[in-house]
Nanobody, 124 residues
Framework: HVQLVESGGGSVQAGGSLRLSCVAS????????MGWFRQRPGQEREAVAD????????YYDRAVKGRFTIYQDDAKSKTFLNMSALRPGVTAVYYC??????????????????WGQGTQVTVS
């Protein structure tokens, strides 16, 4: 089964940068969509960025487009989220997510069904 472990969260000042990492095991990266979601206090979890199975295409929420980048290492065992120009007050728990599918396919946000434990990001 797929297991996801996030790291890299922390506190950062507004305008700063942070990189989140997600180590995935038990899956074929060429047939698994990967994504990052976040949940702000009192709000529902929302999609931030995701990539198609195999990583050919990336998608971003319009609120983060141009500031956040999702990518994988060469082995595709780690999925990263580079966050820059972080805005004040955006405190959230960021979750790595996965959905096994077919090679090359993009996934809908609602399809992601495997989750990491989350990592806290605080911007002040």
């Amino acid at each position: 089964h797929v297991q996801l472990v996030e790291s890299g969260g922390g506190s950062v000042q507004a305008g700063g940068s942070l990189r989140l990492s997600c180590v995935a095991s038990g899956f074929d990266p060429h047939t698994t969509c990967m994504g990052w979601f976040r949940q702000r206090p009192g709000q529902e979890r929302e999609a931030v960025a995701d990539m198609s199975a195999g990583g050919e295409r990336n998608y971003y929420d319009r609120a983060v487009k141009g500031r956040f980048t999702i990518y994988q290492d060469d082995a595709k065992s780690k999925t990263f989220l580079n966050m820059s120009a972080l805005r004040p007050g955006v405190t959230a728990v960021y979750y790595c997510a996965a959905h096994p599918t077919t090679a090359g396919r993009s996934c809908y946000d609602s399809e992601f069904d495997i989750w990491g434990q989350g990592t806290q990001v605080t911007v002040s």
